[in-house]
């Protein structure tokens, strides 16, 4: 005695990211004849070549791969944005980056809206079959359908009978919400992966893109890969109903221990040395690219130059106007002393000598040259000579050598604190990528448990609807 599916029996998708279903249908084209009738209902009885459906699924894959290309585009930019802060990201950079995210956002697009089979022709495909059919009970010469069987999609999905309306409706509300928060979940996933690979282009440039892919390639084979399995393996095995067909039916293929840590295939040979995310490179290896050097090994030639550069920075705002100030007045003396020495320094003869004299006195000078043409007395009696003159200019030039050190150790110190600043932008940068790359690392394992509870509520929302089935009593085979 088995409960059979008669035609238009609902059908719930684990793959559907929507909240509805639909029904089954027979498949006049491969059945041939339909003699076999549940009566009451005046409809056919399913068998294992009947693989058509009546309304359309959302199917999760195109949504999920679309969302995750669009989201790595957006990620690569961003990452480019932080390393941008702590690093010169040149042009070209922007431009590739700029370009791989143009085309993940078409590719993206294209991946979600692109024309594809419906889902009653995706499981009219061989590739699509009937999982547990009946293993003797024939229907116009094909094996039956039973509660209990399901169709595996090419897909990767399940669609799972259902009896009832509202336990399908349900069913399907629950799947399809679980199905939307994967979705965003690995659209997180791969902008995270589009974030740290623009961060490390910018700061390492290609070669860096280069050596973490292939780090990540190892790292996914080795040691990721496993992890997911194990993860499958402990969920799958502390799943409470152990007698649900339906769970039996989509988890059947899971690998055991042994399978997931000595696989058949060889592992690729070990990384002989860890890849720094950020390689230092001479001068010369930076012509073949466009930023291969670090953020550190990049603010020490920066640092370099600034030190190269402290002379003219010295001149920049009121430093500049006061170096200048106090070249004219170098000037004015020198030529004042050049005159006296064929005139002399009265005010008759060399008006120039006076002027500097009577300024020198007002304080114009400053007052260590005011105290030069200041005698005992306190006034300028007997100072007008040319020997003060001498004097005034080699202490305004003596000056002016104070004010140029004293201008570049305030612009040392400005420089220190600038790459101070720089340096603890730095580590906030590498710790806060740091962060989002454990968080790569975690989320997959948390969209994996999301996906294998996916699994347990669809088996036993089914298995639930076990007793809503009909039974028939099968004479003739």
């Not at 922007?94 to 697009?109: E, H, Q, R, T, V």
């Not at 209990?148 to 897909?155: A, L």
């Not at 399907?172 to 679980?178: K, L």
């Not at 995310?277 to 290896?285: A, G, H, I, N, S």
């Amino acid at each position: 005695m088995s409960s059979y599916l008669p035609e238009k029996v609902y059908a719930v998708c684990t793959f559907n990211s929507a909240s509805n279903y639909g029904k089954l249908l027979t498949n006049p084209d491969a059945r041939g004849q339909l003699a076999v009738i549940f009566k009451s209902k005046s409809q056919p009885l399913l068998t294992e070549v009947d693989k058509k459906l009546e309304g359309q699924f959302s199917c999760k894959t195109g949504w999920s791969s679309g969302v995750g290309t669009i989201a790595f585009g957006a990620g690569l930019m961003a990452g480019l944005g932080v390393a941008a802060a702590v690093a010169t990201v040149p042009v070209a950079g922007w431009i590739i980056g700029g370009a791989i995210a143009l085309g993940c956002l078409a590719f993206g697009l294209f991946q979600m809206f692109k024309p594809k089979p419906t889902c009653s022709e995706m499981i009219s495909y061989q590739e699509s079959s009937w999982l547990n059919p009946h293993p003797t009970v024939t229907f116009d010469g094909h094996a039956a359908v039973t509660k209990q069987s399901m169709i595996s999609c090419k897909e990767g999905g399940f669609l799972l009978p259902f009896i009832s309306a509202s336990a399908a409706a349900a069913a399907a509300q629950e799947i399809g919400s679980r199905n939307k928060s994967e979705i965003a979940l690995n659209g997180v996933i791969s902008f995270i992966g589009g974030m740290t690979t623009g961060f490390t282009g910018g700061t390492s440039g290609l070669l860096g893109v280069g050596k973490s892919m292939l780090w990540g390639t190892g790292f996914s084979i080795m040691v990721f890969q496993p992890a997911i399995d194990i993860q499958d393996l402990i969920i799958r095995e502390g799943y409470d109903d152990n007698a649900n067909p339906y769970y039996d039916g989509m988890t059947g293929g899971s690998p055991g221990i042994l399978d997931i840590l000595v696989p058949d295939l060889p592992l690729p040979k070990p990384i002989k040395e860890p890849l720094a995310e950020f390689t230092p490179m001479d001068d010369d290896d930076m012509a073949g690219s466009w930023n291969l050097k670090s953020a550190f090994d990049r603010l020490n030639k920066v640092r370099d130059n600034l030190a190269k550069r402290r002379a003219d920075l010295s001149k920049i705002g009121a430093s500049e106007r006061m170096t200048a100030a106090i070249n004219a007045r170098i000037a004015e003396i020198d030529k004042a002393i050049k005159i006296g020495q064929e005139k002399g320094f009265s005010k008759a003869n060399n008006p120039l000598a006076a002027k500097i004299f009577q300024d020198a006195r007002s304080g114009k000078y400053g007052h260590e040259v005011r105290n030069i043409f200041t005698n005992k007395n306190g006034n300028g009696t007997g100072m007008n000579r040319e020997s003060n003159y001498r004097n005034a200019s080699n202490t305004l030039k003596e000056g002016q050598n104070l004010q140029e050190r004293n201008n570049r150790t305030a612009t040392y110190q400005a420089n220190a604190n600038n790459n101070k600043g720089q340096i603890q932008r730095n580590v906030i940068a590498h710790s806060g990528m740091g962060a989002v790359s454990v968080a790569g690392l975690v989320l997959p394992f948390v969209s994996n448990a999301l996906t294998e509870g996916t699994l347990q509520v669809a088996a036993d929302a089914a298995m639930a609807d076990m007793a809503n089935g009909t039974s028939i009593v099968s004479k003739d085979h």
